[in-house]
Structure formats: C-alpha cells, structure tokens
T-cell receptor
Framework: AQRVTQPEKLLSVFKGAPVELKCNYSYSGSPELFWYVQYSRQRLQLLLRHISRESIKGFTADLNKGETSFHLKKPFAQEEDSAMYYCALGRGSQGNLIFGKGTKLSVKP | NAGVTQTPKFQVLKTGQSMTLQCAQDMNHEYMSWYRQDPGMGLRLIHYSVGAGITDQGEVPNGYNVSRSTTEDFPLRLLSAAPSQTSVYFC?????????FGNGTRLTVT
C-alpha cells in the first residue's frame, strides 16, 4: 500500500542550527515526491519536488530509493522557517497526492 | 490569475444542516481535488476529478458529494453535516504540475 510517514510531529531547533525533517514512503512504482509548507493559517505551498533537484529558501531534499526516503534539510534554520511541513507522494497520471501527517517545525531565537 | 479560489473562508453549521463549499480555478486545470486537514491526521483526500463530468472517491468520501459540470468549478456538498466533519477543507488543482491549493474553508459543525 502507498504510504507516507513523517515520524516527527514536532521538531524544535534554535536559529542557525541544522534541521532535517524526515519523510519515508512506501510505493511499488516510480515515486513522485514533494515537500509542501504551510505557514500559520495559510494555504499549502509547494516547497520542493524531487525531479527538479533545486534548493528553495535554502532547503534541499534528495530522493533515496534504497532507503525509500525524501528527507528535507537546511543547514542553518531561520525563525521564518517555522511552519508545518508536509511530505507528499504522487501516484501516476491521476494526480492524486498522498500526504504525510506533517511535521511542525519551530525555530527558536 | 486568481489561482484556486475557495468560498466561504469560515462557516458554522448545526448538525443536520447542508451546505456547499465552493471551489473555482482559472488555470484551465483538468484535475481538481478536495482534501480535509485535521490535527495529527495530515491531509486526506475526499474526492477528486480528472475532468469535467468525471469524479471519483478519495480516501474519506463518506458524507460528501461532488460534481464537475465545468472545468473551472468543483463544489463540495455536505448533505447532512455532522460534528465529525469539523475540519479545514482545501481545494487543489493541477495540470502536469504540482498541486495548487486554495486558501481553505474552516468549517465548524456544532
């Protein structure tokens, strides 16, 4: 069964510290993976997708098919990074995304 | 482009009442979907549509109906609201791209 697991409900770090938000997936096909971010009471916004291999707001994520992971990383966290982060798995041409339960990142000054 | 527009932003219903959450997009996206967001549960897919006249059930469809008469609009209907449907509802669309989300509708059922 297709599944996305984000093991941490809450991650709290200090400003300037490295941050890693974990995401593991279960999917028998070729996965399409995304990270979405939701700032307080706002809409979800795309942060990263694995096929673009780009860095947005200092965040990067690498797809590791061997470990079935797509962890989100940033070397130096900023207070404005505080938000809810969702990992999502795309399934084929229908466009449905399966979301993890989300990790709330809190960056303290 | 306005993107994905949801109305209303907030709604309070009494148990048993009905209502329709509106969603419209102006990007000519074929695919549209409805998710509900609950604390500790993430986002769960309610219904989706891959084009006008075509709808299908997602992970949690019970208690909700949808229709897709035009490419632009994808309304979500609650026929008889229940407290378990208290949630934040997001509409999203895509066309060979990541999902674009609306601002959400915060629904409370008392």
């Amino acid at each position: 069964a297709q599944r996305v697991t984000q093991p941490e409900k809450l991650l709290s770090v200090f400003k300037g510290a490295p941050v890693e938000l974990k995401c593991n997936y279960s999917y028998s096909g070729s996965p399409e993976l995304f990270w979405y971010v939701q700032y307080s009471r706002q809409r979800l916004q795309l942060l990263l997708r694995h096929i673009s291999r780009e860095s947005i707001k200092g965040f990067t994520a690498d797809l590791n098919k061997g470990e079935t992971s797509f962890h989100l990383k940033k070397p130096f966290a900023q207070e404005e990074d505080s938000a809810m982060y969702y990992c999502a798995l795309g399934r084929g041409s229908q466009g449905n995304l399966i979301f993890g339960k989300g990790t709330k990142l809190s960056v303290k000054p | 482009n306005a993107g994905v527009t949801q109305t209303p932003k907030f709604q309070v219903l009494k148990t048993g009442q009905s209502m329709t959450l509106q969603c419209a997009q102006d990007m000519n996206h074929e695919y549209m979907s409805w998710y509900r967001q609950d604390p500790g549960m993430g986002l769960r897919l309610i219904h989706y549509s891959v084009g006008a006249g075509i709808t299908d059930q997602g992970e949690v469809p019970n208690g909700y109906n949808v229709s897709r008469s035009t490419t632009e609009d994808f309304p979500l209907r609650l026929l008889s609201a229940a407290p378990s449907q208290t949630s934040v509802y997001f509409c999203a669309s895509r066309h060979n791209s990541p999902l674009h989300f609306g601002n959400g509708t915060r629904l409370t059922v008392t």
